[in-house]
């Protein structure tokens, strides 16, 4: 079982940067690959970002590459989002989730557990 608590978020103007993070508790988070999700006002939840259990491999969506980074720290059971250069576009709550398993995986059915989200809005 892994309970997950997402912060950082808030209010930025476009072009800024926020860092967001995702506290794990559990003694496996090691042994879980972590994902980034987000979802807007009328809009399904999309995948953002997702990183294996060691840090190695990493992967984005489209939209977000070459603007945000993905990271993890085992020993604090923590993961990061690293948001730069944001857009009113990247409005939305952001998620966080665990998936069982080491691979990258995109798609939302995958994870296992997820948490409650965090509001980022950026404005123009």
């Known amino acids: 079982q892994v309970q997950l608590v997402e912060s950082g978020g808030g209010l930025v103007q476009a072009g800024g940067s926020l860092r967001l993070s995702c506290a794990a508790s559990g003694r496996t988070f090691s042994s879980y690959t972590m994902g980034w999700f987000r979802q807007a006002p009328g809009k399904e939840r999309e995948f953002v970002a997702t990183i294996t259990w060691s840090g190695a491999g990493t992967d984005y969506a489209d939209s977000v590459k070459g603007r945000f980074t993905i990271s993890r720290d085992n020993a604090k059971n923590t993961m990061y989002l690293q948001m730069n250069s944001l857009k009113p576009e990247d409005t939305a709550v952001y998620y966080c989730?665990?998936?069982?398993?080491?691979?990258?995986?995109?798609?939302?059915?995958?994870?296992?557990?997820w948490g409650q989200g965090t509001q980022v809005t950026v404005s123009s």
């Open positions: 989730a665990a998936a069982r398993g080491g691979f990258l995986y995109l798609a939302a059915a995958l994870y296992d557990y």
